[in-house]
């Protein structure tokens, strides 16, 4: 007889977009339900609820702590603007759920050290909300290069930009919201590159600040532990290729456009041999990372081996650097 999986409940703390997007993948997510959504508003959870949800089986909250404390929940997407995944992330940690804390994971290396200390001395699982990592198409990267078809990875170029003509009070641009395109688009570049070439040593960044003291766009070197450099471009001025090329001493990949949640790569190699392959993901690609961590959940794991912990907390590192040499400060880095 075939042993039953338990289904994974899971609450939405957020209403926003990226919520929205999440939700929607949890209906193309084998064994996982959405039982309980929180706003600030409880009309704004009801909506929510009975558009993703049920009217019937989706429960409604008017505050995150009421979704933190709800007995039925085994695991809360935070899905709120940066600045407020620290105490978002702590609070349903102290109520004993799991997390899977969107990114970027906090504002700083300080905040995200606060989670992952509470999650491991609670025993419960967290996660940076990396969706891309668990993409069929970075599966197959990875594969190739296993294989040793392109050679030995040395050099990586990533970047990620659009044009944006939000204003100033926009989660974008708003310093109060954690605006600007490092943590909101840079963190995508750096994280991949960090998948393909290992722990980052240094870096250096150059940038430009927009009228609210936020960065607008900014490039970065990396130079990891191996000896690899990559390349990171990110902005909110500009609409980039948004491609990633992995280059090796035979060949290299390119991801296609958008490399964070495309199924088209691209295999080219020294002798002028050329092929595409396609790798179809889930729906809007976001049911891979819940199905990481429901598999997580159920085999008893405090943290994927695919995004571990300490590596969420040294790239946030990382961006903090970057962020002090491009001059971008927020209340939290005061606070500190």
């Known amino acids: 007889m075939t042993a039953t999986v338990p289904t994974i409940r899971w609450g939405i703390l957020g209403t926003g977009k990226i919520a929205k997007a999440f939700a929607t993948a949890l209906k193309d997510t084998p064994d ?3 039982t309980a959504v929180a706003s600030r508003r409880v009309d704004s959870a009801t909506a929510f609820a009975g558009e993703y949800g049920s009217h019937e089986l989706t429960k409604s909250h008017g505050s995150y702590q009421a979704l933190a404390d709800d007995p039925d929940v085994d695991a809360i997407y935070v899905a709120t603007p940066h600045p407020m ?11 004993g759920k799991a997390v899977l804390v969107e990114k970027a994971f906090t504002i700083n290396r300080r905040e995200a050290e606060e989670i992952v ?4 001395a609670k025993k419960l699982f967290a996660m940076e909300a990396m969706w891309t990592r668990f993409h069929p198409s970075l599966l197959e990267a990875k594969r190739i290069i296993a294989s040793g078809e392109i050679g030995t990875v040395a050099t990586i170029q990533a970047d990620l930009g659009f044009y944006s003509d939000a204003g100033p009070e926009h989660r974008l641009f708003n310093p109060a919201l954690g605006g600007g395109a490092l943590l909101d688009l840079g963190i995508y570049p750096l994280s991949i590159a960090a998948y393909f070439l290992g722990p980052v040593a240094s870096v250096k960044a150059a940038g430009q600040l927009g009228p609210t003291g936020v960065d607008v766009q900014s490039s970065f070197v990396l130079t990891h532990e191996n000896g690899g450099l990559s390349s ?3 902005s909110l001025l500009a ?5 990633c090329t992995i280059c090796g001493s035979k060949g290299f990949i390119r991801l296609h456009s958008r490399f964070h949640n495309t199924q088209d790569l691209t295999v080219e190699l020294n ?4 092929r595409t392959v396609n790798t179809p993901r889930i729906g809007n690609g976001y049911a891979h990372e819940i199905i990481e961590v429901n598999r997580c959940l159920r085999e008893g794991l405090l943290e994927s081996p695919v995004m571990p912990l300490d590596e969420t907390v040294a790239l946030m590192g990382v961006l903090d650097d970057i962020r002090r040499q491009i001059g971008v400060v927020y209340d939290a880095d005061r606070a500190a």
Do not use: F, I, K, Y
Request: net charge positive; proline share 3%.
């Open 239 to 243: 609409r980039t290729p948004v491609e």
């Open 85 to 95: 995944h620290r105490e978002n992330a702590l609070m349903c940690l102290n109520a």
């Open 32 to 34: 996982a339900v959405l």
């Open 232 to 234: 990171c471009n990110t």
């Open 271 to 274: 002798d002028g041999s050329r």
């Open 117 to 120: 200390a509470l999650a491991r």
